[in-house]
């Protein structure tokens, strides 16, 4: 048992060491990402930062948030020992990324509430305050790195993550399912992937798994995992004659959003989809198509169907109409 117990601790020990070494490279984000200039690349992380590594595509100001200052001390530490210049700790909760914790005990202090009535009120004043004058305001980051699971804290990533950002969970998840009850009920291996998706997050990726289980309690197993997320499929689905052919390996396969993309098929997309596929997670299995005569967004009609191949004269300005690959999967959330 004890040798068993050993290999868990050594197994999430190198998963660790393997995947907290926070990549703040351009490789890791969409395309969009990496046109911006290093001195324009923020980075919130969430939590106690346990090892970042150095090199020299460390972004230009890293934000460090949590509810501890102790935590917030060390994490400044460490990055200030692998050279990054500028910094900003946020006291603040994953679950309200928007309220300054210092400034809101600075106002409890300040107005000191003597009775349920007016405590109940002063907390409905600084959750507003926070909410109008946010610390940590909408679309602030490119990057956001987190520890926590919580529903609130999923949302509030997902309000401070840039269109087009990406977010890297590092988290502890169950093989199997929890009763209701249970405070972590939601973290299992395919409950945590769900609700990423059920919050409007994109190409979720299972990055990392650890092999040993970091914990076994009542016979359920529970590994570390690393699981990324985009953001950005929001907004209007417009025809610009595009096209994203599916390299394989699977001979066919869907989206989040019911889009079907057969091996070797060329098949249409609106615009909002053909950036997607063109950036990571799906950019290595899709194969962009291009049409030979580019249509302005402003000029674009709306984009009807889901599933479609899209005809080569098509791309090339001969036609004006695809052709209707399969019926849409009603068992999915309907997009374009």
């Keep these: 048992m004890g040798r068993e117990l050993l290999k868990c601790v050594l197994s999430e020990a190198a998963l660790a060491r ?9 490789t890791s984000v969409p395309p969009q990402q990496a046109a911006i200039e290093a001195e324009n ?8 930062v346990l090892q970042i590594s150095g090199g020299e595509n460390l972004p230009a100001q890293i934000v460090v948030c949590d509810e501890s200052n102790e935590r917030l001390a060390r994490s400044l530490k460490t990055l200030h020992d692998l050279g990054v210049k500028t910094t900003k700790a946020v006291r603040a909760s994953s ?29 409905a004043e600084i959750e507003a305050k926070g909410r109008n004058f946010p610390i940590l305001p909408d679309e602030s980051f490119a990057e956001v790195y ?11 990533v997902f309000r401070v993550l840039r269109r087009g950002g990406v977010v890297r969970f590092h988290v502890r998840l169950s093989d199997q399912q929890l009763d209701d009850d249970h405070p972590h009920a939601f973290n299992t291996e395919s409950g945590f992937v769900k609700r990423l998706v059920e919050s409007s997050f994109y190409g979720v990726t299972i990055t990392a798994r650890s092999e040993w289980p970091a914990l076994v ?21 417009l025809d610009r004659k ?8 699977w001979r066919k396969v869907f989206d989040d959003d019911g889009h079907v993309f057969e091996r070797g098929v060329r098949t249409a997309v ?12 799906y950019r290595h299995h899709m194969a ?21 191949i899209r005809d080569a004269s098509e791309s090339k300005g001969l036609s004006a109409s695809a052709e209707e690959c399969c019926p849409p999967n009603p068992e999915i959330s309907k997009c374009c």
Excluded at 217 to 237: L, S, T
Excluded at 274 to 279: E, N
Excluded at 291 to 306: Q, W
């Design 270 to 281: 609106c615009d909002k989809t053909f950036s997607i596929m063109s950036a990571p997670p």
């Design 95 to 123: 679950k309200n990324l928007a309220l300054d914790l210092d400034q809101a005990e600075e106002w409890w202090r300040a107005a000191a509430p003597s009775g349920f009535s007016s405590t109940a009120r002063l907390l």
């Design 146 to 156: 987190s520890c926590e699971t919580d529903g609130r804290t999923i949302a509030e």
């Design 18 to 26: 393997r995947t907290l070494n926070l990549d703040f490279g351009v």
């Design 41 to 48: 690349l923020v980075v919130l992380v969430i939590g106690d």
């Design 242 to 249: 595009q096209a994203v052919i599916y390299r394989g390996p």
């Design 217 to 237: 309690e009542n016979g359920i197993e529970w590994r570390v995992h690393v699981i990324d997320a985009f953001k950005g499929k929001e907004g209007p689905c």
């Design 288 to 308: 962009p198509v291009h049409p030979y005569v580019d249509i302005p967004i402003s000029e674009a009609p709306l984009f009807h169907c889901r599933s479609t």
